[in-house]
């Protein structure tokens, strides 16, 4: 899976697209890595736009805690943005809501984040 990172002032944004399902999680995790290493407290926050994310399974959600925990030990801000019905009712279903920061959408998301940093 890639992930094109785009600069959006200083947060990064990256736009997974597809399934992150046992056939793509690994894939996921590693296009993931090296943005998650920026991620810290002095770094750029990190905004995943999930909207072309049609269904995630556990083994994606597993990804995401991972890579969320790191983001918090090192500091950083993660977020996540453009959540599909579907997608929104896993992580609601298993509680992930409670551990990510979601937004309806990516200019949402931004706009929080540029006011934070101000």
């Given amino acids: 899976m890639e992930l094109q990172p785009i600069q959006e002032g200083r947060t990064i944004v ?4 597809g399934r992150i399902d046992h056939t793509h ?3 996921f995790k590693l296009a993931l890595d090296p943005h998650l290493a920026d991620c ?3 770094g ?3 905004v995943i736009d999930f909207s072309g994310i049609t269904y995630i399974s556990s083994i994606g959600l597993r990804a995401l805690m ?3 925990k790191q983001v918090k030990a090192q500091g950083g801000r993660m977020v996540l943005a453009g ?7 896993v992580f609601t279903i298993s509680r992930f809501d409670m551990l990510f920061e979601i937004f309806p959408d990516r200019a949402s998301a931004l706009a929080v984040l540029a006011t934070a940093v101000s």
């Fill in 25 to 27: 999680a690994d894939a």
């Fill in 66 to 68: 991972v890579a969320i």
């Fill in 83 to 89: 959540l599909q019905p579907l997608v929104l009712e």
């Fill in 40 to 42: 810290r407290k002095d």
């Fill in 14 to 17: 990256l736009s997974p697209a």
């Fill in 44 to 46: 750029p926050p990190l």
